[in-house]
C-alpha cells in the first residue's frame, strides 16, 4: 500500500519532518547565539545567560557562584554546595586571573562559560590539584555587586 492510499500515514510522515526540521533550526538559531568571545589574555568566554544592571569591574566587590571542571567535564568544584556565594575583590588578587577577568563585564544574574588555560590558573603555594598545566572550564554565575562602604 502506497502513502496516497493512507492518507493518515502521509500526514504523520510530513508533520514528523516539520517537526525535525523546526529542532534543526531552533538548534541552529540558540546555538549560533552563544558566541565565543576570546581575549588577548587567552582567556575564553561565552555568555550563558544574560544579566541585567551595571557591570562588575576593578575594584567592586563581588558574590560569585562557580563550577569548575577539566575540559572532559569531569567536575572539580562546585560553590553551590557551599553554605553561601564566594565573595571576591575584583582586581585583588584573590581568585585565580581567570576567574578575576572572567567576571569583569558581567551583569547582576549573569552567566558565563570560561574556558581558562593554565596560564590564567595559577594558584598560591605548591598546588597540585587541579594539574597545574590543565585547561580549566569555570561555569560563573555573577550573584551580586556588593556596594561601597
Given at each position: 500500500?502506497?502513502n496516497?492510499d493512507?492518507?493518515?500515514?502521509?500526514?504523520r510522515?510530513?508533520?514528523t519532518?516539520v517537526?525535525i526540521?523546526?529542532?534543526?533550526?531552533?538548534c541552529?538559531?540558540?546555538?549560533a547565539?552563544?558566541?565565543?568571545?576570546?581575549?588577548d589574555?587567552g582567556?575564553?568566554?561565552?555568555?550563558?545567560?544574560k544579566?541585567?544592571?551595571?557591570?562588575?569591574?576593578?575594584?567592586?566587590?563581588v558574590l560569585?557562584?562557580?563550577k569548575?571542571?577539566?575540559?572532559?567535564?569531569s567536575?572539580?568544584?562546585?560553590?553551590?554546595?557551599?553554605?553561601?556565594?564566594?565573595k571576591f575583590?575584583?582586581g585583588?588578587?584573590?581568585?585565580?586571573?581567570?576567574v578575576?577577568?572572567?567576571?569583569?563585564?558581567?551583569?547582576?544574574?549573569?552567566?558565563?562559560?570560561?574556558?581558562?588555560?593554565?596560564?590564567?590558573?595559577?594558584?598560591?603555594?605548591?598546588?597540585?590539584?587541579?594539574h597545574?598545566d590543565?585547561?580549566?572550564?569555570?561555569?560563573?554565575?555573577?550573584i551580586?555587586?556588593?556596594?561601597?562602604?
Amino acid at each position: 500500500m502506497c502513502n496516497q492510499d493512507n492518507p493518515q500515514k502521509l500526514k504523520r510522515q510530513n508533520m514528523t519532518r516539520v517537526l525535525i526540521v523546526t529542532a534543526i533550526i531552533l538548534c541552529a538559531t540558540s546555538c549560533a547565539t552563544k558566541k565565543i568571545v576570546h581575549s588577548d589574555s587567552g582567556l575564553k568566554y561565552m555568555v550563558l545567560k544574560k544579566g541585567k544592571g551595571e557591570v562588575a569591574k576593578v575594584g567592586n566587590e563581588v558574590l560569585i557562584h562557580e563550577k569548575m571542571s577539566y575540559q572532559n567535564d569531569s567536575l572539580l568544584f562546585s560553590s553551590y554546595n557551599l553554605p553561601s556565594p564566594i565573595k571576591f575583590l575584583v582586581g585583588g588578587n584573590q581568585v585565580i586571573d581567570g576567574v578575576d577577568k572572567g567576571v569583569r563585564g558581567m551583569k547582576r544574574g549573569e552567566i558565563r562559560k570560561l574556558i581558562v588555560p593554565p596560564s590564567l590558573s595559577k594558584r598560591m603555594g605548591n598546588q597540585t590539584f587541579p594539574h597545574p598545566d590543565s585547561t580549566l572550564v569555570y561555569e560563573v554565575e555573577l550573584i551580586d555587586i556588593l556596594a561601597k562602604d
